[in-house]
């Protein structure tokens, strides 16, 4: 679950932003971010905003890879997480959504682009193709995410999408009819985080 509403952070554009569009066989030209993780002094040398880029390209190639301990990594520990399925969700919480959903993950694919950061914030807009498994129905979610930087990581991240076109497409017929009432949002944001308990609890 995931979205549409565009308010890119104005900053500095990525290296990276051709080509357009990244997939697992893109190739971004930047720098190595590989080497992002294991926070090398290269790493420490960029430029802010470059560092930022950097951080970002590394959180969706570790999405792509459904890596969800490398996405977690990004995060400070105090991380803030929102987006209209769990609504907020804080530290060690926005990391298990991250496991629940790569755990759980059918069909998938992830393209990212747009890029952009500043000092402390940043911006990107990423597309995830999934098949949503209570309905057997496959998801093309657009989504636009902000971030807040603190100390060379990401301590807010905000993602914007549609509900009601995610509900569409998740849900079919109930989702087009009822997707942009307060009831299946309710139940949407239930549904998502009762999920993450008893994952959670599994563990």
């Not at 399925?85 to 530290?91: K, T």
Request: hydrophobic content about 40%; some cysteine; aromatic content about 10%.
């Amino acid at each position: 679950v995931l979205g549409l509403l565009r308010s890119p952070a104005r900053g500095k554009p990525a290296r990276h932003d051709k080509p357009a569009r990244h997939d697992r066989s893109a190739r971004h030209g930047a720098l190595d971010t590989g080497t992002v993780l294991g926070l090398t002094p290269y790493f420490w040398k960029l430029p802010m905003s470059d560092a930022h880029n950097a951080l970002i390209v590394e959180f969706y190639r570790a999405f792509e890879r459904l890596d969800a301990e490398a996405m977690s990594a990004c995060y400070t520990d105090d991380v803030l997480f929102s987006d209209p399925a769990f609504g907020d969700l804080r530290g060690r919480d926005a990391g298990d959504m991250w496991r629940m959903l790569t755990t759980r993950a059918k069909d998938f694919s992830l393209t990212f682009d747009q890029v952009r950061s500043d000092d402390t914030t940043g911006s990107a807009h990423w597309v995830a193709t999934y098949l949503f498994s209570q309905t057997g129905n496959t998801v093309v979610n657009d989504i636009q995410a902000r971030f807040v930087f603190r100390d060379g990581k990401i301590c807010e991240h905000h993602d914007h999408f549609d509900l009601w076109r995610w509900s569409r497409q998740a849900l079919g017929a109930k989702g087009l009819l009822l997707g942009w009432t307060p009831l299946v949002r309710n139940a949407v944001r239930a549904q998502a985080l009762k999920g993450l308990k008893a994952f959670q609890a599994g563990r």
